[in-house]
């Protein structure tokens, strides 16, 4: 049975997990490696100079350096600038700069490519869920008898987006997508706007 | 009071209120991959629609059902609901393979439920005696202390890298910095647009690195649908839970006190208290562990679930939150304009007694529902998380358009969900950043106050007069050295 043969390897490394010492809230040893430290530090560096920069360019209303709008982001910017040079700095003892670009190479394993470009197809989507709904505004009433049955762009923008999503993870017939679609907007949406009294995004 | 807000929390209707908090809550935390923090930051878009108690507890409902539900998953099909469930996972999945699967469950179910308890005494014990000792604090502590929150955050959520905890904490603060600063109104960081002058409310920001990063992470991923065991009679052995009943209070005791330390969630309480426990069991007991032994479902299940009461006492007494999912609770109290604080009892009088006993209904609830849902559950796990996740994506449009009515917190959720994403691939914990959102605004005023109530003092003063200040300054620097030096 595929959970038999799954459900050791599973708790081994969940047991190596417990016997490693201290466990974070976060499990992030998994994903931290020193190339991706080194790449980190030096991003976080840059963005903390420039914020910096910008605190110490704020203009300054007050009488005293105590009260200058960019005092705490400043020592804020600084403290992490350090914190970043100490992470490169350990990044770089691990041996970081060795294939530093390599954390953008095409993986090896086709599964681990598999994921990328899937990952990469949903940032995608969920961009443009987002922005479609912002974009594109309209309302429509539909009286049925006293009751007022209202659509707003959400809805439209949502079914057909979220059928795509589902038809590429989740594999199934398209009828089948657009049905669990449909039926989760207009539920979520009269949830929302009936249950809650909170007006739908992408109306006028 | 205490009586009059147990009426009002005796409520039929508040009390359906919460058996729904509580099943979405066990349900919830019972499907792989979706979290208790994930649930919380989702569920408070939809909280804005309801009252202010219905929404506590509503809240607390779903808290407590969710770090119960991620159990169940652990158990039967060998993969945890929630991280916490880990330890769970290793000796209950071996004891449903030998049939024994129903009496695991019930193991866990009695733990969590004394385990709630505990947590819940500890903190209405506390909450007096830190509230006035907050009482005491000035701009000078309470800069220090929020400073001291993020910093234990993220030592607590990194492990062995505080470093990288402690820059996720710092790029929440520098989140916080966005928008008009509180005592000249200068615009920082805002680029001339004008919508960043409000701000960023860490609403969204919550949604977008606790449901949407998610999401990103699982939803590309061919997951595995387990094939659950045979449950069998699942009642909560009360003779085995007497047995262990010594180990269930230490593990209460270890998972209020983790619960309490800001960024230390179920997580740690969970693995710490299981370590403990296998250092402190008998022989024999201790040479069943890894394979099936039911006083570490009692050490693992206990803590985490106490965590839930530890976790509020910072919550409620500092506006410091105990753990990421506390962090979602104070946005939705902050919603309900509810400052919590050392002054909460002052501003909100008798909310404090409320939240216990909406704590103490939840419990209950969640006792009875975890009997009821373990089988239906079992039907939920074939349900594939690409089905699911879609449908979660629009709970985190909506949830965070909801907060203020602004599509700009979309955006803002977006944004905050692709650098989430990001930072986890790089391996940063998320909870830090948060934090530092959340008491940026804090840290900033009372540091700048404070600065100015020590111009033209002696330097010493800033110690003589502050002992408090000086205790905490201590605390901050013992943080930083224990992580920049101890957990190498």
């Known amino acids: ?204 | 009071m205490i009586l009059e807000q147990l009426l009002l929390a005796l409520t039929p209707y508040l009390i359906f209120v919460c058996l729904i908090g509580v099943t979405l809550g066990i349900l919830w935390g019972a499907m792989p991959a979706l979290s208790t923090t994930m649930a919380m930051a989702l569920l408070i878009g939809l909280s804005t629609g309801m009252g202010q108690d219905t929404a506590i507890m509503f809240m607390l409902g779903v808290f407590t059902g969710s770090v119960f539900g991620g159990t169940i998953t652990a158990v039967l099909i060998n993969i945890p609901g929630t991280p916490d469930a880990v330890p769970t996972m290793i000796e209950g999945y071996p004891l449903a393979r030998r049939g024994e699967g129903g009496l695991a469950l019930g193991t866990a179910i009695g733990a969590s439920f004394m385990g709630n308890w505990i947590g819940i005494l500890l903190l209405i014990a506390f909450i007096p005696v830190v509230l006035a000792l907050a009482l005491q604090f000035r701009s000078w502590e309470m800069f220090l202390l929020a400073t001291w929150g993020i910093a234990i955050c993220g030592t607590m959520s990194a492990g062995k890298r505080p470093l990288k905890g402690w820059i996720s904490g710092w790029i929440g603060l520098m989140v916080s910095f966005v928008g008009l600063e509180s005592i000249h109104a200068t615009p920082r960081y805002t680029f001339g647009l004008n919508i960043l002058e409000d701000g960023i409310s860490y609403i969204p920001v919550l949604i977008g690195l606790f449901g949407l990063s998610e999401i990103l992470r699982v939803l590309p991923r061919k997951n595995y649908v387990g094939i659950p065991e045979a449950v069998g009679r699942v009642v909560p052995p009360v003779k085995t839970l007497w047995r262990h009943a010594r180990t269930a209070l230490r593990s209460g005791l270890i998972g209020t006190i983790i619960g309490a330390i800001p960024g230390a969630g179920a997580n740690v309480a969970s693995f710490l208290s299981y370590d403990i426990g296998r250092r402190r069991a008998s022989p024999e007991e201790r040479a069943k562990w890894g394979t099936g032994s039911y006083e570490a479902i009692v050490c693992s299940e206990a803590a985490s679930n106490a965590n839930i009461g530890g976790s509020m006492l910072p919550t409620l007494t500092l506006g410091i939150p105990g753990s990421a999912a506390a962090a979602a609770f104070l946005a939705a109290l902050e919603l309900k304009n509810v400052i919590v604080g050392p002054t909460m009892q002052i501003e909100h009088p008798g909310l404090i007694y409320y939240i216990y006993w909406s704590l103490i209904i939840a419990n209950f609830l969640m006792y009875g529902m975890a009997i009821v849902l373990v089988k239906p559950c079992v039907k939920l796990f074939s349900l594939p998380l690409a089905l699911l996740m879609p449908l979660i994506l629009l709970i985190c449009v909506l949830g965070s358009y909801a907060v203020s009515l602004s599509y700009f917190d979309v955006y803002v959720m977006l944004a905050a969900g692709l650098v989430g994403y990001i930072l986890r691939r790089f391996g940063f914990p998320l909870a830090p950043l948060v934090l530092g959102a959340i008491l940026g605004p804090v840290a900033d005023e009372n540091f700048r106050r404070a600065l100015l109530v020590f111009e033209g003092k002696p330097f010493s003063s800033v110690f003589i007069d502050h002992p408090i200040g000086t205790l905490l300054l201590v605390v901050v620097l013992y943080t930083f050295y224990d992580g920049i030096f101890r957990r190498r």
């Not at chain 1, 708790?11 to 466990?23: H, W």
């Not at chain 1, 762009?153 to 999503?165: D, K, L, N, Q, R």
């Open chain 1, 1 to 204: 049975m595929s959970t038999d043969r799954n459900s050791d390897a599973f708790i081994e490394q969940a047991k190596a997990r417990l016997a490693s010492g201290f466990v974070g809230e976060e499990d992030i040893e998994a994903a931290s490696t020193p190339q991706k430290d080194l790449i980190s530090a030096c991003v976080i560096g840059a963005l903390c100079i420039g914020a910096m920069v910008l605190a110490w360019k704020m203009p300054d209303p007050g009488r005293s350096v105590f009260t200058h709008p960019g005092l705490l982001p400043f020592v804020v910017s600084l403290t992490m600038l350090a914190m970043a040079i100490g992470l490169g700095a350990r990044a770089l003892r691990e041996g970081g700069a060795k294939n530093l670009l390599g954390v953008f190479a095409r993986p090896a394993d086709p599964e681990e490519r598999e994921y990328r470009w899937r990952s990469w197809l949903l940032i995608v989507f969920v961009i443009a869920l987002v922005v479609a709904i912002d974009v594109v505004t309209f309302r429509i009433r539909i009286p049925v008898g006293d009751f007022v049955l209202r659509l707003s762009s959400f809805e439209c923008v949502a079914i057909p987006m979220v059928t795509v999503i589902m038809k590429i993870y989740w594999g199934r017939s398209w009828w089948r997508c657009f049905a669990v679609a449909t039926a989760a907007a207009l539920l979520l949406a009269s949830a929302f706007r009936y249950g809650f009294k909170i007006p739908m995004p992408g109306v006028y």
